[in-house]
T-cell receptor, first 112, second 107 residues
């Protein structure tokens, strides 16, 4: 049973470009969460999604960031017009209902 | 008050020591509690769930105090390999992570 998959593992973008991060949840999990972790800091909740629905986006920056979890395919975290401050590790987690979350290996975004 | 709060540490202890972390939460209706471990530059991994009656897994003991709204993690006979950041997680009702407590076990 494959775990949570994230790709790419590393992503380099120049300022102003777009970044797309993908997350495939564990089989049987319909809940997906995205977190951001800046260097030497803790996990910061960004958004919680179920299939085709955003349940809680209270941690998402108001501009440039969006997330989706379509009926088919992975969840996508999209960052438009990236800036240096977006450089961080982005972790995705999935769960079966409101239970323990299982994390993917993360995508490390570097903005030059 | 933050939904989930932890002492960030760092805790620096010698091998063999016993160390305890606390985590307080604000939502008295919370029902699910967990401890995760995160190694440097890796994803968090579930360490153990926390049950109302308390539970133990080898050298690790987790307890819940509903009256005071905190959970605790006790590590006995600490090993070098226990060095990591320990995150508490509470449903509020969505799952929320504490900022983590950093532990370094030294020879």
């Amino acid at each position: 049973n494959a775990g949570v998959m994230q790709n790419p593992r590393h992503l380099v973008r120049r300022r102003g470009q777009e970044a797309r991060l993908r997350c495939s949840p564990m089989k049987g999990h319909s809940h997906v969460y995205w977190y951001r972790q800046l260097p030497e800091e803790g996990l910061k909740f960004m958004v919680y999604l179920q299939k085709e629905n955003i349940i809680d986006e209270s941690g998402m920056p108001k501009e440039r960031f969006s997330a989706e979890f379509p009926k088919e395919g992975p969840s996508i975290l999209r960052i438009q017009q990236v800036v240096r401050g977006d450089s961080a590790a982005y972790f995705c987690a999935s769960s079966r209902g409101n239970n323990e979350q299982f994390f993917g290996p993360g995508t490390r975004l570097t903005v030059l | 008050r933050k939904e989930v709060e932890q002492d960030p540490g760092p805790f620096n202890v010698p091998e063999g020591a016993t160390v305890a972390f606390n985590c307080t939460y604000s939502n008295s209706a919370s029902q699910s509690f967990f401890w995760y471990r995160q190694d440097c530059r890796k994803e968090p991994k579930l360490l153990m769930s926390v049950y109302s009656s308390g539970n133990e897994d080898g050298r690790f003991t987790a307890q819940l105090n509903r009256a005071s709204q905190y959970i605790s993690l006790l590590i006995r006979d600490s090993k070098l390999s226990d060095s990591a950041t320990y995150l508490c997680v509470v449903n509020t009702p969505d799952m929320r992570f504490g900022a983590g407590t950093r532990l370094t076990v030294k020879p």
